[in-house]
């Protein structure tokens, strides 16, 4: 059958035209996390004392979530959680270290090449995909390199313990070693924060024209409390390291400003989602020890009105700020109370990219939340940790269970009132510690590097 030349030119025309709006329907994804950030370290979320204007101009702009978890207390977990979609009961990377051998060696895990990420999946959906910042989850030499992991552009710490100076004498591009001159010999003239933004700002500017994946994983403000200035703070009558830490926040706050006016500036702002989140709680580990916190906890409020900090399973080590914008799809202003954690964001990446997500993950995706629409819930989250004993934590509903000691009882708050979690109500409860310890009991598969 011979089909007219015109037919053709608008059956052709036709396809370009669906071609096109399959293509503008794949948002650009900015993923944006900070380290060792509090709850409370944002303006949006009750700081007064730091200024984070353009963090909390992206909560007035989308949605901001008040019940959103981490992967889990310490960052190469949380991380691997991040990447893979499954919670530390079945994720590859459950601590920042493992045991190996008869000797129980510490060991740095990697992810293998059997591990799925969210970057080798949207980079099958015709995504570009970069990182920068601190990665955790991979050795130089290893299977474990971003490069290996469905990262086209890479720049950062590979090695979290790596990352705890902001004057490193070298950084990772890709599969090469760089050094910083500046930095060499203990000289301190290259702060390493502004490759990460630098990179980013590139990044988006050579991705414009297609869908891309920037993962943004900032190092600020975990410990060492190292800037260049104090500004805006100068003149605060606060211990140097707390006029530091408010700097780094506010330093990093300006720089998220900076990739959101790149996004006005090349017209693509409306077809990019951007969430802001940090990796664990706050850590302030020198204020503690110093008892700086008491004289200063006016400033340095990082829990909120969690307990707890990094390292621990309470909501204070866990919880995490969440924000969430996407202009003309996320309603402006919002605040959700839907509970949701670091394994969802896989496959609510690969809903947005339209993009096929794998069997067999522990997340949910949380796309109809961000729209405005009916959410299917997790029944239980939940998180193992190791650096003091076997700890167990779940969330189940309004409740919080915890088991911070193998062979005790699990203790139950209702942490939708208790956010301290002060009020042990087990005994109240019995059915659902059932339930729950029931639960437990399938939660997790066992593993070489991570002995119960």
């Avoid at 977990?77 to 190996?100: I, Y």
């Avoid at 190092?219 to 006029?243: A, Q």
């Amino acid at each position: 059958m011979r089909i007219p030349l015109i037919s053709l030119v608008l059956l052709f025309g036709t396809c370009l035209i669906h071609s096109a709006t399959v293509a503008a329907e794949k948002p650009n994804i900015v993923f944006i996390m900070a380290d060792d950030l509090g709850y409370g370290d944002l303006g949006c979320y009750g700081q007064t004392e730091m200024k984070t204007p353009h963090i909390d101009q992206l909560a007035l702009e989308g949605m901001r979530f008040t019940q959103a978890y981490a992967g889990s207390t310490v960052c190469a977990p949380t991380r691997g959680v991040l990447m893979t979609g499954l919670h530390t009961g079945h994720s590859r990377v459950r601590g920042n270290s493992g045991f190996r051998g008869p000797d129980r060696e510490r060991y740095l895990v990697p992810l293998r090449d059997e591990d799925i990420t969210v970057a080798e999946l949207l980079k099958d959906a015709g995504y570009a995909t970069g990182v920068t910042g601190k990665w955790g989850i991979g050795q130089p030499g290893t299977t474990g390199i971003p490069n290996k992991q469905g990262f086209d552009e890479w720049l950062g710490f590979l090695d979290q313990r790596h990352a705890h100076g902001f004057y490193p004498e070298y950084i990772w591009r890709n599969d090469e070693m760089v050094s910083l001159d500046g930095n060499l010999g203990g000289q301190q003239n290259d702060w390493i924060h502004d490759q990460f933004t630098d990179f980013s700002l590139e990044f988006i500017r050579d991705n414009k024209d297609q869908p891309f994946f920037l993962y943004l994983a900032y190092t600020i403000p975990h410990g060492r409390y190292e800037i260049e200035s104090d500004e805006p703070y100068s003149d605060k009558d606060w211990p140097e390291d707390v006029r530091n830490y408010a700097a780094m926040v506010t330093r990093m706050d300006s720089d998220v400003g900076r990739i959101m006016s790149l996004l006005r500036e090349l017209e693509i702002d409306e077809n990019t989602i951007v969430f802001f989140t940090s990796d664990n709680g706050a850590e302030i580990y020198y204020f503690r020890q110093k008892d700086i916190i008491p004289e200063y906890e006016h400033i340095l409020k990082s829990p909120g009105p969690l307990r707890g900090w990094k390292r621990d399973l309470t909501d204070g080590g866990v919880r995490v700020p969440m924000i969430a914008r996407w202009p003309g799809k996320i309603k402006p202003n919002t605040v959700s109370d839907h509970v949701w954690a670091f394994w969802d964001f896989l496959p609510t990446a690969t809903q947005l990219a339209g993009a096929k997500t794998p069997e067999g993950i522990d997340g949910i995706s949380v796309v109809p939340t961000l729209l405005g629409q009916k959410q299917k819930e997790h029944e239980f989250l939940y998180w193992e940790f190791f650096e003091r004993g076997f700890q167990q934590a779940v969330r189940y509903g309004d409740f919080k269970a915890l088991r911070l000691e193998q062979g005790k009882p699990l203790e139950l708050y209702i942490v939708t009132k208790d956010s301290k979690e002060q009020n042990n109500v087990a005994a109240k409860y019995p059915k659902i510690i059932q339930h729950i310890e029931s639960y437990l009991e399938t939660a997790r598969t066992p593993s070489p590097y991570w002995p119960k």
